[in-house]
């Protein structure tokens, strides 16, 4: 299995680069600085952007999936995902690669939290994603709309709010986050994406996954 990864010098995209090397998969990753990433010895480093189209080739040639952990860093306004995810899909086109599993959030869709309370609703819907998370929200609605008009074997992994504790497995929900949802762990985001390689289940879906 020959695995291409974008985002692998994140925090998520270490633990999947690591979990492939663990596998065994052959591994090719995106990276802006090599001399800074700590698996460059084991596996194909591609040094560059994702920005830039050149580089997105290279990373995918040759690769049976596609692993992305791409995501805005801050709050700002980035437009990674704007940017990189519709190159990613142009060369997944040309190099015949179907199947991508990216990462993104259950601010992707407007009825994420139709099983919250409507306390919940009100507050993530209003305060939230209306204000401090407009900027990264509006680039996971961006990367939902691509993905989902690629004609890719697509997945998206949808979770709240981000942490670095240890794994405790996670609940899965095809419609919306899970009721009383509201955080998980990096470590099962990257063990649930890394058995989506050999699954169709959500094939040409998002996924919404939370403790």
């Given amino acids: ?50 920005f830039d189209p050149v580089a997105v080739r290279q990373t995918i040639d040759g690769a049976d999936v596609v692993l992305s952990a791409l995501g805005a860093r801050s709050w700002r306004r980035e437009d990674v995902l704007e940017r990189a995810v519709p190159l990613i899909v142009a060369a997944m086109r040309e190099t015949r690669v179907r199947r991508i599993i990216a990462l993104g959030s259950a601010g992707a869709r407007e009825d994420s939290m139709k099983k919250q309370s409507a306390v919940q609703r009100w507050i993530v819907h209003h305060i939230v994603y209306k204000t401090i998370l407009k900027w990264p929200v509006a680039s996971q609605i961006a990367q939902w709309e ?7 074997d697509w997945t998206m992994v949808m979770p709240p709010m981000l942490t670095n504790g240890p794994g405790r497995g996670c ?5 919306a986050l899970p009721p009383g ?3 998980i762990s990096r470590t099962d985001v990257a063990e649930f994406m890394m058995r989506q390689i050999g699954s169709s289940e959500w094939v040409g879906k998002g996924v919404y996954i939370a403790w």
């Fill in 171 to 175: 609940r899965v929900d095809g419609e």
């Fill in 1 to 50: 299995m020959k695995v291409a990864i974008f985002g692998a010098s994140g925090s998520t995209g270490r633990l999947l680069t690591e979990r492939s090397l663990v596998a065994g998969y052959e591994v090719s990753a995106l990276v802006r600085r090599p001399e800074v990433f700590a698996q460059r010895e084991q596996v194909r480093v591609v040094a560059g952007s994702a």
């Fill in 181 to 183: 949802a509201s955080r």
């Fill in 146 to 152: 691509t993905l989902s008009a690629s004609g890719l």
